[in-house]
């Protein structure tokens, strides 16, 4: 299956939302007004200038003439949104062993065009080859019907063919020395794991920076995280945290300013890309003795 590179609904909807809401804001209406002639509330209007409900185009064509806004162009730019927001994104087949709070993660991981990644335990989904993605998801589902590894291991999989597309975003991870010495899956796993992880870090398309053991303490020693930036303007970017029963988006700026900064010194204090190579190659011989 292909995936779109419109970044799924839940970013279409973003984007459609923040256009309405500067529209509105031209227009000098306020939410309460808006709602009249879609015959609902001031809250619905708040929701869907969030991006957090589907649309109907009828809808989206009424608080445009409300607007005033009358430019066919513009107004079918936005139809044409409405109509991909409420497409359904690449990952829905696999919807019944998806949890919603990732499904979020998913649109914005086809949208974005940078990823920074700190991760501590486990190398980061994108990186995974399909032994080592199992293994992981099995620590995970170790009471799961092997049908319901099978296909998270498949989404996993699929979700790798972002790397390959002509836009990949590009994607820069700093990775915990533990991470390529904790043999999930087994000695043989992580050793494929890691030689996999070599051959990524000579792609142009991929950063990987090493942080050595010998580094002590740093910068984003409360745990892991992403951020995402997204080639569009209507997006600021979004930070991502994963727990244990689900994930945290912040995308307020102070707080998306201070991870950013605690990435920026984590790219600092991390085992420079250039001896990224070297580190692997060694891991790669501790593994084969």
Known sequence: MSQGQGGGSTVRRMQLGARLRALRRAAGISREE?????RGSESKISRMELGRVGFKERDI???LTLYGVQDEEVRRELLDFAREANAPSWWQPYGDVLDTWFQ?????????????????????GLLQT?????????????????????????????????????DAPKL?????????????GGRAVLREQVAALLELSESPGVQLQVMPFSSGGHAAAGGAFSILRFP???????????????GLYVDKREEVDR????????????????ETPA????????LDD
């Open 130 to 166: 399909e032994a080592y993605a199992r293994a992981v998801i099995s620590l995970g589902l170790h009471r799961s019907a092997p049908a319901e590894v099978d296909r998270r291991t498949s989404l996993r999989m699929e979700r790798k063919q972002l790397l390959a597309r002509p």
């Open 172 to 184: 820069w991870v700093v990775l915990d020395e533990a991470v390529l010495h904790r043999p999930i």
């Open 232 to 246: 569009y303007q209507e997006l600021s970017d979004v930070v991502y945290v994963e727990h244990l029963t689900g």
């Open 279 to 286: 580190i692997l190659t060694r891991v790669l011989a501790e």
């Open 259 to 274: 991870y950013s900064a605690a990435i920026g010194r984590l790219f600092i204090e991390a085992a420079p890309l250039s």
């Open 61 to 63: 064509a009424d608080l």
């Open 34 to 38: 808006a709602a009249h002639p879609l």
């Open 104 to 124: 979020t993660y998913l649109d914005f991981e086809q949208a974005a065009e940078l990823i920074r990644t700190y991760e501590v335990q486990f190398v980061p």
